[in-house]
């Protein structure tokens, strides 16, 4: 027989096969698996016989497929672990232990449960030469003793201490060596990092809108003083909000940020724009540190000396925890706003995760240790990973009809989902959340998404409504009456939200009929202007209403009423006038007369009558009369001669409904009568 060498072990004639099965170690005892959302982490104790092992191999099966690696772990308390920056859905991961006489028996295959929440950190940790190097990681919250790197190498493995996350809890935005900005997916497995900003140098403290939209970070200066810049979340030029400001985070309204002024300490209310106002501050937090706002609106949760402290928004009365003895690195707020999640870390290296839940009064309670790391390693930022209810962009401005959409993607169904706007009670509801008639002013909106275990994520958002309707007014004078064919009438309105367009409308009637219904003339128009055609003998009330860019729509402007004159041919001439034709008269005709007594009539309905007439110095005066009573005279007599001259006729006691008649009165002088003009208004 032919010996077989396996190790340092002859296989052959006579030897018993016991002994075979004793020369290699046991099964690895207590193996445990847990997933992040980009990885796993296996933990085990070594078998009971450890003496002489060489290793261990981990065994991944997926459908069916087997992968093998070899590892000697690190040390995790009394467990060895293992971690691997890929997680594939449905894998089966087992280890076994290895001698020089060969692989032990393999542990019982074991798939990790889906994960729904991880701690999303910075790890420092040494590598050859005494060098150190900080990479991107998660630590599953249920039981995760291990920093999984988000990635088996690339730009997340040379990083900054300081983290943010999205606000759906999908992704982080971190600093490349301080010298760029990037964006990267905590939940899908070997995402691909997107660089924001490029050729910078001291990028620091980061923090995303609550609506996604923009991240603000901290630029150190050379003179050791900080800037804030904020920056598209998709990338862009950045734009600078101010400097000697420290450590932002942002409010629920997504047009403000929280900031430490450098120079007072104080923590201070700041516009998230170009060379943004402080705003105000908040008294008493002189010692405060990493300042976090709650998912709620409510807090800011900061580190005052070794303490986590909470503050309402608005400032109060800080609560603080209990002091301890390692310093606080970071603080961030659970998703349902009832947690802080604090690092703490030693006076000789190494660091400590806790969560201190905080009371519906703002105090923080007593901690409890949820994560350790060793001495030669060091955490920096520690924030809640895992999908989370956000609500997406909202404008700065609202108006009286809200339609609020928000996101819930990821999270484990069926998934309970209530909205509140204001006091009132929490509804259920689905995206968007719809509300009508809400009144001007700020509203706070809160969203809370409870999963099936009972996680739960909060999102609130403040918003300004704008539901006061536009002011609007004609901005062109007023007229009686135009000769001309058409007229244009310009208006004009303002809203503190703008305006989104006007309707015009008008009503006429003719010298003999009433008002008609309302016609409308533009509707929905951007133009400040409209231009109608007008027919002689009739009059025209226009009126015009605007909508602000919400839909707010104001009412109707008081009517702008004008008339175009009827020609001198709608007049009834008796014997001694004649008709003739110029163009330097009212459409081109007039009818004139010497011969006293000579009279022009027209039955009309007036409340005011017009006469469009030529004056001149060889000109005479007219007798008025109305319904045949004389009712005063028009002298037509000027010392220069002026065509088409309108001359206001004596206003009837009462509204006309009859003849006007107009006499001449002077023989052998000039009456050259051009028109009337009759309004109703």
């Known amino acids: 027989m032919v010996p077989v060498v396996l190790g340092a072990i002859v296989l052959g004639a006579g030897l018993p096969a016991q002994a075979v099965t004793d020369a290699v170690p046991s099964v690895p005892l207590a193996v445990k698996v847990i997933g992040t959302f980009t990885g796993v982490e296996l933990r085990w104790q070594p078998p009971a016989d450890a003496d002489g092992l060489t290793g261990y191999l981990v065994h991944r099966t997926v459908n069916g497929t087997e992968t093998t690696y070899p590892t000697w772990g690190s040390w995790t308390g009394d467990e060895i672990g293992w971690t691997q920056s890929e997680r594939i859905a449905g894998a089966a991961y087992s280890v076994s232990a290895t001698s020089a006489d060969g692989e032990g028996p393999v542990s019982s295959p074991i798939t990790p449960v889906p994960t729904t929440e991880a701690i999303g950190l910075t790890n420092t940790v040494p590598v050859e030469g005494g060098n150190y190097r900080t990479y991107a990681g998660q630590v599953a919250v249920q039981g995760g003793t291990q920093v999984v790197p988000l990635a088996a190498d690339g730009p997340t493995h040379v990083i900054g201490s300081e983290i943010a996350t999205s606000p759906d809890g999908k992704e982080i935005v971190f600093a490349k060596g301080q010298e760029s900005l990037w964006r990267v997916r905590t939940d899908v497995p070997g995402a691909t990092p997107v660089q924001l900003v490029s050729g910078s140098t001291g990028i620091y403290r980061m923090a995303w809108s609550p609506d996604g939209t923009r991240i603000v970070y901290e630029r150190l200066q050379p003179d050791s003083s900080s800037c804030l810049d904020m920056v598209a979340a998709t990338g862009g030029t950045p734009v600078r909000i101010g400097c000697h400001l420290l450590m932002p985070t942002w409010l629920p309204d997504s047009q403000t940020i929280i900031a430490k002024d450098q120079f007072q300490g104080l923590l201070q209310r700041v516009q998230a724009r170009a060379n943004g106002a402080v705003l105000s501050s908040i008294a008493g937090t002189e010692q405060s540190a990493f300042p976090t706002v709650s998912p709620d609106g409510r807090w800011i949760g900061y580190a005052s000396g070794n303490a986590a402290a909470v503050i309402p928004v608005g400032g109060g009365t800080p609560k603080l925890g209990a002091s301890e003895g390692q310093a606080l690195a970071s603080i961030a707020w659970s998703p349902d706003g009832t947690k802080l999640l604090v690092n703490r870390s030693f006076a000789f290296a190494g660091n400590v995760l806790q969560v201190l839940p905080v009371d519906a009064a703002g105090q923080p309670g007593a901690a409890a240790n949820v994560f350790q790391r060793p001495s030669d390693e060091h955490l920096g930022t520690a924030v809640w990973q895992g999908p989370r209810v956000a609500i997406k962009p909202t404008a700065t401005v609202n108006g009286p009809n809200l339609s609020i959409p928000f996101d819930t993607a990821g999270m484990a169904t069926p998934l309970a989902v209530t909205c509140q706007l204001d006091s009132a009670p929490a509804m259920a509801c689905i995206s968007p959340y719809t509300k009508t008639g809400v009144p001007s002013g700020t509203h706070v909106f809160q969203v809370k998404a409870v999963e099936p275990g009972g996680r739960t994520t909060v999102a609130v958002r403040s918003l ?18 135009t000769k001309a064919a058409s007229v244009t009438l310009s208006y004009g309105a303002t809203d503190s939200s703008g305006i989104g367009s006007y309707d015009v409308r008008y009503r006429s009637a003719t010298y003999l009929t009433n008002f ?63 008709r003739g034709a110029n163009a330097v008269y009212y459409l081109g005709t007039v009818t004139s007369s010497r011969v006293s007594g000579a009279s022009l009539t027209r039955t009309v309905q007036a409340k005011r009558l017009f006469l469009v007439a030529t004056r001149c110095q060889t000109c005479g005066s007219l007798q008025v009369y109305y319904g045949g009573k004389s009712v005063g005279t028009v002298n037509l007599n000027n010392a220069t001669t002026q065509y088409q001259a309108v001359i206001a006729l004596p206003t009837p006691a009462t509204f006309l409904s009859g003849t006007v008649q107009l006499t001449v009165r002077s023989p052998y002088m000039s009456h050259q009568i051009d028109g009337l003009a009759v309004r109703r208004t």
Do not use: H, Q
């Not at 006061?468 to 007023?478: L, W």
């Not at 839909?551 to 109707?556: F, L």
């Open 516 to 578: 008609g219904g309302y016609v409308t003339a533009a509707s929905a128009t951007k133009a400040t202007s409209i231009t109608l055609n007008v027919a002689a003998g009739n009059e025209y009330c226009v009126s015009v209403r605007a909508r602000d860019v919400f839909g707010t729509v104001s009412g109707w402007t008081a009517e702008r009423c004008f008339s175009r004159p009827m020609d001198d041919r709608a007049l009834i001439a008796s014997a001694g006038w004649s």
């Open 464 to 481: 300004n409504v704008d539901a006061v309707a536009p002011t609007v007014a004609f901005t062109s004078g007023a007229f009686e009456l």
